[in-house]
């Protein structure tokens, strides 16, 4: 790590789906550890980022491994395109090679830490954007597919977006599904009343999540931050892995990760700039979008 940046690499992250499913608060739930109420509906994009930890010894500790993880099936079919993807069949991303591990003894030190710079782009998810918000898939290398688990509708729209996504991203983006609003699905404090709005089963999410060779499914609440950073750390964790592999070249533009060489000014994929996501920036935040 350069002895003037506090991170490793810059990864551009994108969060697409439905307006209203709570993208921008997810986003801000990571970078700010807040939550907003009420704010603006998205319009474009917005940015955000968060530096994180990636690899061990912060991945074994936590049980974020290449072990741990979900391997989708290693039979190889183009992500790009749709039509490679069988139905009634797991695929995606094989699970990346794992370089043998030297010995080592008891005396010896831990590997340094490497850091990652989740440049986060937190897109609109009206239709009337949509021709924008595809624009920015380029040069991501990793995205959150967003969807409420209280409108059934936001789910059924997933798959148009990651056809869309995976048309113009690059082939190896690495995909999480994403339920939130976790709160509204159980009695608890925040949902005092005990009315249980979920309308997409859990299994019917998973099962998707794998016809579709998605990374994972996971549920979250950005009102209580559950499982809001897993998601996002799963995400992190692969992009890693995918880097160990040597899928990226760190010195190239167009890539969704860089090396601290490569990154020092502007996000991740270019065109944008780092700014910290907060709900008095012009323009606001659609926390609902």
């Known amino acids: 790590m350069s002895s003037s940046l506090p991170w490793d690499y810059i990864a551009k992250l ?36 968060r530096i994180v930890p990636v690899g061990p010894p912060h991945s074994t500790a936590n049980n974020l491994d290449s072990q741990s993880l979900p391997s989708p099936s290693a039979e190889s079919t183009d ?11 797991s695929s995606g991303l094989p699970p990346p090679p794992i370089a043998a591990k030297p010995s080592a003894s008891a005396n010896d030190p831990p590997p340094p830490q490497k850091h990652m710079k989740l440049s986060l782009w937190d897109t609109a998810g009206q239709e009337t954007y949509k021709s924008v918000t595809r624009s920015y898939f380029r040069g991501a290398s990793g995205a959150l597919l967003v969807f409420d688990l209280s409108r059934k509708q936001t789910f059924e729209h997933v798959t148009d977006w990651l056809n869309d996504l995976r048309a113009i991203a690059e082939p190896d983006i690495v995909v999480i599904l994403v339920g939130n609003k976790a709160d509204l699905t159980e009695s608890n404090s925040e949902n005092p009343e005990g009315e249980n709005k979920r309308e997409v089963p859990k299994k019917e999410a998973e099962e998707w999540a794998r016809k579709n060779g998605v990374l994972e499914y996971v549920e979250t609440s950005a009102k209580s ?43 991740a994929g270019g065109g944008g700039t780092n700014v910290k996501l907060t709900g008095d920036n012009k323009g606001g935040y659609g926390g609902c979008c």
Request: hydrophobic share 30%.
């Open 14 to 49: 994108v969060c697409i789906g439905d307006s209203g499913c709570g993208k921008s608060s997810l986003t801000i739930r990571l970078c700010e550890g807040r939550f907003v109420t009420h704010h603006d509906v998205t319009i474009g994009v917005e940015f955000g980022s």
């Open 79 to 89: 992500p790009s395109d749709p039509s490679t993807i069988p139905n009634g069949s």
């Open 225 to 267: 931050g559950e499982n809001v950073e897993k998601a996002f750390m799963r995400v992190a964790e692969r992009i890693y892995q995918n880097i160990q592999a040597g899928k990226y070249d760190l010195n190239d533009r167009r890539s969704g990760v860089k090396g601290p060489s490569a990154g020092l000014a502007g996000s």
